[in-house]
């Protein structure tokens, strides 16, 4: 039988080469040895998601591949998802989950979701192009600790800034970690606009979450 490393790396290695087939039986094999199906997600396939998301940045993979990858990495998810045992690492904190307005891409939310339900969070998944209000109203309706926001557009991005505002002007804010991300914002855009954290990748705001809203 495979060992641990071995099988986790060929979780990574599968995502980071469009594998969904290979990702699912790494999958598999992960849970015949024995491996935390949390471990696997986070140290196998995010891993793998990283890689590729880091080269969506930079310009060195296109969405075509970023949305392969995210196929492979959710044929193993459906595979390891399950085998989470329900209550395992709970949390007692909510999230509210947005695409704002006016921006259709959501991979990266979705990633973020998936993280997020695993790690024992609940989320408010509200989806793409998203307004302000209802951002604004659903975080204060479920007494959300947190606010996670995604862009993928140079031309929708500032709309994150608006969602932003309105917390302000309703009261809201100092309520809820703010944490922004997707391909074009930055720790300075995240800082001019008044967020409160901005992610680097999806490992990177679930953490942030557990240690800060």
Not at 36 to 52: K, Q, S, W, Y
Not at 80 to 104: C, F, M, N, W, Y
Request: hydrophobic residues 45%; negative net charge; glycine residues 8%.
């Amino acid at each position: 039988m495979a060992d641990k490393e071995e099988i986790i790396g060929r979780l990574t290695s599968s995502v980071q080469n469009y594998k969904r087939a290979d990702a699912a039986q790494a999958a598999r094999d992960a849970l015949d040895a024995g491996v935390d199906p949390l471990e696997a997600i986070n140290d196998g396939l995010l891993r793998g998601m990283t890689v590729v998301g880091d080269q969506f940045s930079r310009h060195k993979a296109f969405l075509p591949q970023l949305l392969t990858a995210a196929a492979a990495m959710y044929g193993a998810l459906d595979i390891l998802l399950p085998a989470i045992p329900v209550g395992e690492h709970r949390e007692t904190k909510t999230v509210t989950l947005a695409v704002v307005e006016g921006d259709v891409h959501d991979i990266g939310k979705n990633i973020v979701k998936t993280l997020l339900t695993a790690g024992g969070f609940e989320v408010h998944d509200l989806g793409k192009d998203v307004s302000a209000e209802d951002i604004a109203d659903t975080a204060q309706s479920s007494g959300s600790t947190a606010i996670a926001l995604s862009a993928l557009m140079t031309t929708t991005m500032f709309k994150m800034k608006d969602t932003i505002d309105l917390l302000e002007e309703n009261g809201y804010r100092d309520n809820v970690k703010i944490s922004i991300g997707g391909a074009p914002t930055s720790p300075a855009f995240a800082k001019d606009i008044g967020a409160d954290h901005w992610d680097r990748n999806a490992q990177d705001i679930v953490r942030w979450l557990k240690e800060s809203a």
